[in-house]
């Protein structure tokens, strides 16, 4: 057998590799020695999107041969690209042993049939499909004499896409045939270990074996026989650059910078061609796709600047590329007239440079005020104004920019890279396509992402999973835009909170040797929060309850005078006698008071139909999230209350302010009033704040005075998920 040091030999290629990397792998080599695992207690692999999984793994294979394990399954998506963009990288990783003929890498449709005894000296990797025909071929070989006494790893990569025993939506049939298929393989080689991995594991922790849980709150992920966590460096850029604390805060932060938001019905004018809506002869000045438009621009003058700084440091300017991509429908036809209506937008603003017009310098000058000031919150200097503006014409006439749709697993796969990358054949490449572009896809260098996929339930894993703007993209932060709508940026954050909350408890568990607890609640149909079981929970649905997570309505409008006046002076006397309006401190009141007061506020806030950008408020999940908090404090007596705190006089306008990259008013509440009490009171009882707006109409309300409520959580309370849908 071969005496190659396949990880030393790995780890010297790669000295870019951070120690993290390293020891991660190391350590899981050394629990897949020593764990015994299976189909049923794998062991996982737990990355985020985007984070390196892959670079992982492909050490633990490395480092596995050397540790007696004699050949490798990768089991990936059932997609020809992925499957093409894995096998090019495992033979660019290990081509120096394939090409010493220590190892072979196949894939399996297209690997032989039976082995010598030759062949077997040598590792092999297997890369199948999660299909099928795939997977019966791999059972077929294995069951053979010569492969079934092999030490086999199996990876399983993406290992919640297909590989589950059931899922919530069409096809479930065939995912159960996938998932025992994989059992059926498992079984056909005497010696295995089983890999799973994944950066959304919501499907692989979230169905524990026993279904009953009704007398307890907590679910402990210990289906996998062990978790390792795949380390994240300080270049990366995930869920919480985008939809952390910084990209909500009203202060300005690269991270804020980051979002645009885009107005729903755009979305509906770039599905078909339809010149009532849109002539594309006027796409340069037409209001119909004005965030298109400029999220096109910003691409173009975002990576022109990148490319600026870059030739300025000294690279070279051929290796300067950068990519955008546009991923808001599905169809094929849509597809194509996005295309047709990119290649106008490029083809008009060249001609308008060529003769420097006005409407090219307007265009160009509101993304160089938009990416100016990212740019300098960052702690660097914009090259100016005239000389960007000279870059972006030398650019639009020298062909620097390639528009490509891609919408077929075949089309992707003869457009990757020697590293599996999608290729990027110019200094500025925007990519068109739809579901085909999700999960495993690779775009080197995306600035920009434009992203309108809006199904009626937005399943948390296959959201997270279109994030190709994840990645490490540090060094171009500072030009990156995200284009989407507010009720979709609303979404992301929420399933941010709910990844941050999942993931904080499986690392206490594997880090800090906590138990890994995370409360699984639902509503019942009495209105009462009981603990629910975990694999009833829509993910789709769930608001995860953290200390001090803020809840309130946003998009709202007050009703009119008429209707409200009289039960706004009611709330007024009634709160008048609970607490001074901007009290030094705030008091407890029993929570009843409390939901009372929140049922009279319901009634005179209400959502226009039409403006569907306002993210839906739940006040049934909202009153039941806030009775599930008054319930935690760890003294029983003091169960049952909440904190209430008022102010009147506040004058918040209902838009958000130019600039500020949201459609409405997010913040009534001030870090530095409401903050600091929640910080200095709300310990052990959750707050509740009542802020009285004046609702003028030159604040875009309807001029009348009105309640605005957030409801926020104390620093004890336990991490939750809450959802007030299940799945039966």
């Known amino acids: 057998m071969s005496t190659v040091s396949f990880y030393q030999t790995y780890k010297e290629e790669h000295p870019e590799f951070g120690n993290e990397t390293l020891d991660c792998a190391s350590q899981a080599i050394a ?78 449709m297209s690997a032989p049939t039976s082995y010598t005894q030759f062949e077997l000296e040598a590792k092999h990797i297997f890369v199948a499909k999660k299909q099928k025909d795939n997977l019966r071929r791999l059972i077929d070989l294995f069951s053979k004499d010569e492969m079934r006494s092999l030490r086999v790893l199996i990876i399983d990569d993406e290992a919640d896409n297909a590989s589950v025993g059931y899922a919530m939506r069409q096809g479930d049939v065939e995912a159960t045939t996938i998932a025992s298929l994989i059992s059926q393989l498992r079984d056909s080689i005497e010696q295995v270990s089983f890999l799973q991995v994944t950066a959304t594991p919501y499907s692989l922790y979230l169905q524990p074996s026993d279904i009953d849980v009704a007398n307890h709150a907590s679910f402990k992920p210990t289906r996998p026989a062990f978790t390792e966590l795949v380390p994240v460096p300080l270049a990366y850029v995930g869920g919480d650059t985008y939809f ?55 691409f173009i003058v975002g990576g022109t600047i990148q490319r600026m700084l870059g030739i300025e440091a000294g690279e070279n300017p051929r290796t300067l590329r950068y990519s955008f991509l546009v991923h808001s429908e599905a169809s094929r036809g849509a597809h194509s007239f996005q295309e047709e209506l990119t290649t106008e937008i490029c083809g008009q603003l060249r001609t308008e440079a060529a003769s420097e017009s006005e409407l090219f310098n307007e265009l160009i000058e509101a993304s160089y005020e938009d990416l100016d000031e990212s740019i300098r919150l960052s702690g660097q200097s914009t090259p100016s104004l005239d000389s960007v503006k000279s870059s972006v014409r030398d650019a639009l006439d020298g062909g620097h920019v390639t528009i490509v749709k891609v919408n077929s697993d075949e089309q992707v796969a003869t457009m990757l890279d020697s590293t599996g990358q ?53 060094d171009d932060l500072a030009v990156t835009r995200f284009y989407t709508s507010a009720l979709i940026r609303n979404r992301m954050f929420e399933m941010e909170a709910f990844d ?3 993931r904080d408890a499986i690392e206490s568990a594997e880090e800090h040797h906590g138990d890994g607890s995370v409360q699984f609640i639902r509503r019942s149909s009495d209105g009462t ?49 609970l607490t001074p309006f901007s009290a030094a401190a705030p008091v407890e009141i029993p929570l009843e008071t409390a939901i009372e007061l929140l049922n009279t506020i319901e009634q005179t806030l209400e959502w226009i139909d039409e403006e569907e950008d306002a993210p839906p408020f739940d006040w049934v999940s909202a009153k039941s999230a806030l009775t599930h908090l008054s319930g935690q404090h760890p003294n029983p007596s003091a169960r049952g209350n909440v904190l209430l705190w008022t102010a009147r006089n ?35 009882t959750p707050i ?24 926020q959580a104390q620093a004890n309370t336990p991490t939750s998920i809450y959802t007030a849908e299940t799945s039966d």
């Not at 509906?268 to 340069?284: M, Y």
């Not at 110019?426 to 579901?435: D, K, T």
Request: hydrophobic share 35%; aromatic share 8%; with cysteine.
């Open 31 to 108: 629990k897949l020695i020593d764990t015994a695992t299976s189909s049923e207690r794998p062991g996982m692999l737990l990355g985020k999107v985007q984070s390196g999984k892959t670079r992982t793994f492909i050490s633990i294979l490395a480092g596995s041969f050397d540790r007696g394990f004699d050949a490798a399954i990768v089991l990936s998506k059932n997609s020809t690209a992925l499957i093409q963009q894995t096998v090019k990288r495992l033979q660019s990783e290990f081509s120096t042993f394939t090409d010493d003929g220590a190892m072979e890498i196949y894939d399996i």
């Open 244 to 298: 952390g604390e910084a990209a909500q805060s009203e202060d300005p932060t690269v991270e804020r910078c980051i979002h645009h938001v885009v107005d729903h019905r755009e979305f509906e004018i770039l599905k078909t061609p339809d010149r009532r809506r849109l002539r594309v002869e006027d796409c340069l000045t037409s209001p119909a796709i004005r965030s298109y438009r400029h999220a096109i621009v910003n």
């Open 422 to 474: 999608l290729k990027l054949r110019s200094p500025l490449n925007i990519f068109i396509g739809g579901q085909v572009l999700d999960r495993g896809v690779t775009l080197a260098k995306l600035i920009g992402f434009y992203y309108g996929r809006r199904p009626q339930r937005s399943q948390q894993d296959t959201v997270l999973q279109h994030s190709r703007m994840y990645g490490y993209r540090r």
């Open 500 to 502: 941050t909350a999942l």
């Open 529 to 577: 929060v009981v603990p629910c079981s975990p694999n009833k929970i829509l993910v789709s649905t769930v608001r995860a309850l953290r200390p001090f997570r803020r809840i309130l309505p946003i998009g709202f409008q007050s009703r009119y005078k008429s209707y409200i006046e009289r039960t706004i002076e009611s709330l007024d006397a009634q709160l008048e006698a």
């Open 650 to 684: 506040r004058n918040i306008n209902r838009l958000a302010a130019t600039g500020s990259h949201s459609v409405y008013a997010e913040t009534p509440d001030s870090p530095k009033t409401e903050g600091a009490l929640t910080r200095a009171y709300a310990i052990d």
């Open 688 to 711: 509740l704040f009542l802020l009285r707006q004046n609702g003028d109409e030159d604040k875009n309300w309807r001029g009348t005075p009105f309640y605005w409520p957030v409801i």
